[in-house]
Every structure is written in C-alpha cells, then in structure tokens.
C-alpha cells in the first residue's frame, strides 16, 4: 500500500513539478504493485500433511521428513517455510512442474544436536517472485525429533585396560 501512494504521489510531484525522473520513478513504482498483484492473483488451494509426527536418528546422520501435498496445476511461487513465516529456520521452494496431483516432499532436518527438538510447523507460503506478496495458504503442524548419541562397539577383552590407563583414549 505505502509503494503505491508513494509511486502515485512522486509521480504526480515529478509531473507538476517539471521533473520527468520523479514522474518515472513514480509510474515504476505504481508499475511495480500492478505487476506484483497480477503476478500473486488469487491463492491456490493447497492441502499438507507431514507423514512423520517422530523421527529418531542418529547424531550425524542425514534424515529427512517427508510432506505431502495437493496441488493445483497452477503452482508458481510457493515455498515451504518452517517455523514461522517472518522469521523462518528453513524455506525451500515446490517444484513447479507437472499437473495438478499429489506430491511427496522430502524436507531435510538438522541432525547435529543431540536431544529432542521440534519439527515444524510447516506452511505453504505464495507470493510473487520478488516476494513483496506473500500469502500463508496451508499448514501442517509438527512433530518431535530425537537425535541419539553415535555409539561404538567395544571388546569386552578391552574394557579392563581401557579402565585402568589415563588416556584420551580411554575416555
């Protein structure tokens, strides 16, 4: 809204004013909205559902969960974003081609940190390319994620010398 009172107000400035520069910054910005809006339209309808409320892996380990969605055929600039959507932890973009139908996603999750942690949420976000417009059309809440400790097998024959040095090593 500010882009376009402001566009429309320098351009009538510039007009009056004898400026053709502030006429055609104006007329770019106001230029700017109608495309942007033409561009966004209206939302597509989207359906999500995350397929994993748990997963348990390993610390290290690449994991990913998998999200389903029903999509229209039109299906240019959507995004999912997890966690919210003006301060996101991970965005990735749908891929655009195909018809309307299902598609299953594999998202990647962060694996490095030991413990529990959330999953989620994930929103479909639209907008245009620029994202000047964006628009929150689905959601899917979360899950819970539990990364173990990696763990290595030990020789019994050699837990008693382990126990008795004072090593690195042993640690």
Not at 39 to 44: E, N, Q, T
Not at 61 to 81: G, Y
Request: glycine content about 12%.
């Amino acid at each position: 809204g500010g882009l376009l009172v402001g566009g429309a107000g320098l351009a009538v400035w510039g007009w009056f004013a004898g400026w053709p520069e502030l006429t055609a910054l104006g007329a770019a910005a106001v230029t700017l909205v109608a495309l942007v809006l033409l561009l966004a339209g209206p939302a597509p309808r989207v359906r999500a559902a995350l397929d994993q409320a748990a997963l348990r892996v390993v610390r290290g380990q690449e994991a990913t969960v998998r999200m389903r969605l029903h999509l229209p055929r039109r299906r240019r600039w959507l995004r999912i974003v997890e966690g919210s959507p003006s301060a996101p932890v991970a965005t990735s973009p749908v891929p655009g081609s195909g018809a309307g139908d299902d598609l299953t996603l594999r998202l990647p999750v962060d694996t490095s940190v030991r413990g529990e942690r959330p999953l989620g949420p994930y929103v479909v976000v639209h907008g245009d390319p620029w994202s000047i417009v964006r628009r929150v059309i689905a959601r899917s809440e979360g899950g819970v994620l539990t990364v173990h400790p990696r763990t290595v097998r030990v020789r019994r024959s050699a837990l008693p010398a382990l126990q008795q040095e004072e090593s690195e090593f042993a640690s």
